[in-house]
């Protein structure tokens, strides 16, 4: 859609530290519960939750238990 895939996903454990630089990155949990550190803060994504992290903001997804999700992102 307009240059942005949409993924649905499944998730478990921890992923890196990065940072997207061009665009904001929108994550939709679909089933489970994921988390997002910040370098100061930490938020927590439930079911039928969403979040938006505008871009340049650095980021670490993870999940403790396996968490089903929907993102877009740009075309790779």
Not at 36 to 56: A, C, H, L, T
Request: charged share 35%; glycine share 4%.
């Amino acid at each position: 859609m307009n240059d942005y895939q949409i993924k649905l996903v499944k998730i478990a454990g921890e992923f890196d530290w990065h940072v997207h630089e061009e665009t904001d990155k929108v994550f939709f949990v679909i089933e489970g519960e994921m988390i997002i550190d910040f370098r100061d803060s930490q938020v927590k994504i439930y079911k039928d939750e969403m979040i938006v992290i505008p871009k340049g903001i650095e980021i670490k997804p993870s999940a403790i238990k396996e968490c089903h999700i929907m993102l877009m992102e740009p075309k790779a």
